[in-house]
């Protein structure tokens, strides 16, 4: 019942930017903190950003400064607003809600290069 469909990804040049999108289904979703990971190939999956219901807001320190997440609860939307991308942010980004019954979704493809 839960659903959780990232969108957004895609190629960008290095010091390019790119918004990613995550519409969830299936709960409260004004309810729950969402999070944003992330996973390269060869890498275990890394928490990229969080943030609560009320919209404070938590980052990893390599994302601190470049990423910014934040969320519309009238369309059961998080997002994710990725700039000054590296090479380093290669990986498929994933979102996760707190506290809920889910599976990891599909997912959405972000690479970094020239």
């Known amino acids: 019942q839960v659903q959780l469909v990232e969108s957004g990804g895609g190629l960008v040049q290095p010091g390019g930017s790119l918004r990613l999108s995550c519409l969830a289904s299936g709960f409260t979703f004004s309810n729950y903190a969402m999070k944003w990971y992330r996973q390269a190939p060869g890498k275990e999956r890394e928490l990229v950003a969080a943030?609560?219901?009320?919209?404070?807001?938590n980052y990893a320190d390599s994302m601190k400064g470049r990423f910014t997440i934040s969320r519309d609860n009238t369309k059961n939307t998080v997002y994710l607003q990725m700039n000054s991308l590296k090479p380093e942010d290669t990986a498929v980004y994933y979102c996760?809600?707190?506290?809920?019954?889910?599976?990891w979704g599909q997912g959405t493809q972000v690479t970094v290069s020239s």
């Open positions: 996760y809600a707190l506290r809920v019954r889910q599976y």
């Open positions: 943030i609560t219901p009320g919209g404070a807001t």
